[in-house]
């Protein structure tokens, strides 16, 4: 089942909401997607904290109905 | 989950130093992103165990649960989770992923 990147957007600004989320569609098909994702949350993490972060504001829908999520994940730079 | 399959990822991943975790074997990969972490690994002449698992329904479940990581591939090195086909290829283009393996003392390139 595809999602729409507003679901998407919405869940992980749901977990983070100082989140920056833009979402390409690759594909164009609603099944593969990138999301880059900038939060004050991924300070002093490691990529997979970030990410499992990430994963985790999906609730399990990674892997399922959502089958392709590119991820890029940052702390906002420092002003 | 299985403690049998705990045991089994927690041997894997001790007794071989790289380990991926893959759709398909390394030599045909199953999944696209499988395949991009496969032709990465080769590129950088590390050398590595991969773990097909189509094979193995509960291994491809477990795995899952036991990375906290909801998706395949899933690279490990010496006993640590590195991330999956999108961290790799980010570690890999910024150049960490080729100092982290050669600190490690697992790239060809070391040696050269």
């Known amino acids: 089942m595809p999602m729409n990147p507003a679901d998407i957007e919405g869940l992980i600004k749901a977990a983070l909401p100082d989140a920056q989320v833009t979402i390409e569609d690759l594909r164009g098909d609603g099944d593969h997607y990138a999301a880059y994702v900038v939060s004050n949350a991924f300070k002093g993490k490691t990529r997979v904290q970030q990410h499992q972060l990430v994963y985790q504001a999906l609730q399990g829908r990674m892997g399922n109905e959502l089958h392709a999520l590119a991820l890029q994940t940052s702390a906002p730079a420092e002003a | ?112």
């Open chain 2, 1 to 112: 989950m299985d403690n049998a399959i705990t045991e089994r990822i927690t041997q894997e991943i001790s007794e071989n130093d790289v380990v991926l975790f893959m759709k398909g074997t390394p030599v045909f990969p199953q999944c696209g992103f499988s395949a991009t972490v496969v032709q990465v690994l080769s590129h950088l002449k590390v050398k590595f165990k991969g773990i097909d698992v189509l094979q193995d329904p509960g291994l491809r479940q477990g795995i899952k649960e036991f990375s906290s990581w909801p998706t395949i591939p899933q690279l490990y090195v010496k006993g640590e989770f590195f991330g999956g086909c999108d961290i790799v290829r980010e570690m890999f283009q910024s150049g960490e992923l080729q100092q982290a393996l050669s600190e490690k003392g697992l790239t060809a390139e070391a040696v050269e």
